[in-house]
C-alpha cells in the first residue's frame, strides 16, 4: 500500500509529536529516505523513540522497514495518492472511462498489498466451525454482504443477510448454533454496524469486520479485521465504486482460499453448477 496513504489513515490517531513527523515527512520524502532517526527527530522537533514508534505505529516493522518503502515508492513514480482522479460532470466519455479504470486498477492493487495470509487463516477457521453465518451490511457494503450470501450458501453453508437491523438482531443474538457474524462497512463507523457489534461481542459471537485500512470503531470488535486499500476521496466522492471493488476481491479472496483448503465444497460447487445448467437447458 502507498507509504502516503498509509500515513493518512492513521493521521488521526497521531499525537502531537507524530503529526510533527507526519508534517515532516510529507514535506520533504526525499531527505527523508537518507536521514537517520536522530536526524529526523531534530528537523520534526521531537525524539528519536518517536521517530521509530511513529513507523511501527503505521504499520512498518521498523524505520529501515518503513524509508525503503517510501524510497522504493519514490523511484518508481507511484505515489498513489496522485493517480486518484474523481469524475468531473462535464468531462468526456473517454476521460470518464479512463479516470474509473485507473481508479479500480489503484484501489485493487493496493487492496492486494495489504492482504495479510494469517488474517484470512484465521477467518477461514471461523467460517468453517460455524454452522451459521450472519452477514450485514448497509447502503452500497449490502451489497458486498449478499455476495458472502451468494457465494457460501452455494457450498451448503447456512447463511442469513437482512436488510433491516431489527430483524437481523434477534436472530443473531438468539441462534442456538454455533454462529459468525460478518459486517461490511467502508468507513467502520456505521451506526447500525457499530451497534449490531456490541450486541454479537455480549453473546460472544465471533466477528469477521470488512472495513478501510486503518483505525475505526468497528475493527476494533472484530475477531478478526480484513481491510481494504483507502483511496483518496474527493467532492464527487467516486470512492463508493472503487471501495466496492476492493471488498468484492477480499470477500473473493477469502472464498476461494476457502474452497481450495476444504476440497470437498468444490464439489458442492460443481453439483450446484450442474443443477444450474440443467434448469438453464431445460426452460
Known amino acids: 500500500m502507498s507509504v502516503f496513504l498509509r500515513m493518512e489513515s492513521f493521521q488521526k490517531t497521531l499525537s502531537t509529536s507524530e503529526e510533527k513527523i507526519y ?35 503505521i504499520g512498518y516493522d521498523s524505520l529501515t522497514d518503513f524509508k525503503i518503502q517510501l524510497s522504493t515508492e519514490l523511484q518508481t513514480n507511484k505515489l498513489q495518492t496522485n493517480n486518484y482522479n474523481d469524475v468531473d460532470p462535464t468531462d468526456s466519455f473517454y476521460s470518464i472511462k479512463e479516470k474509473i479504470s485507473a481508479n479500480a486498477q489503484v484501489s485493487l492493487s493496493e487492496t492486494t498489498s495489504l492482504l495479510d495470509e494469517s488474517a484470512f487463516s484465521k477467518a477461514i477457521t471461523l467460517l468453517e466451525h460455524a454452522q451459521v453465518i450472519f452477514s450485514f451490511g448497509v447502503g452500497a457494503s449490502a451489497l458486498s454482504a449478499q455476495d458472502i450470501v451468494h457465494k457460501w450458501s452455494r457450498i451448503g453453508k447456512v447463511v442469513r443477510q437482512e436488510h433491516d437491523l431489527h430483524i437481523l438482531l434477534p436472530q443473531l443474538i438468539n441462534c442456538k448454533q454455533k454462529a459468525v457474524l460478518i459486517l461490511v462497512s467502508n468507513s467502520g463507523k456505521t451506526p447500525e454496524l457499530l451497534y449490531l457489534a456490541q450486541a454479537a461481542q455480549k453473546a460472544r459471537i465471533p466477528m469477521i469486520t470488512l472495513t478501510q485500512f ?40 477469502l472464498f476461494y482460499l476457502f474452497i481450495s483448503q476444504y476440497t470437498h465444497y468444490q464439489e458442492a460447487i460443481a453439483t450446484s453448477r450442474q443443477l444450474i445448467t440443467d434448469f438453464n437447458q431445460s426452460h
Open 23 to 57: 508534517d515532516f515527512v510529507l514535506s520533504h520524502p526525499d531527505q527523508v529516505v537518507k536521514m537517520t532517526a536522530k536526524e529526523i527527530a531534530d528537523a520534526s522537533g521531537v525524539s528519536a523513540p518517536t521517530v521509530v514508534r511513529f513507523s511501527k505505529k
Open 214 to 253: 486503518g483505525p475505526n470503531p468497528l475493527a476494533d470488535f472484530a475477531t478478526v479485521s480484513l481491510q481494504t486499500a483507502r483511496p483518496t476521496e474527493s467532492i464527487n466522492r467516486s470512492a463508493a465504486t472503487t471501495s466496492l471493488l476492493s471488498q468484492f476481491l477480499v470477500i473473493d479472496t
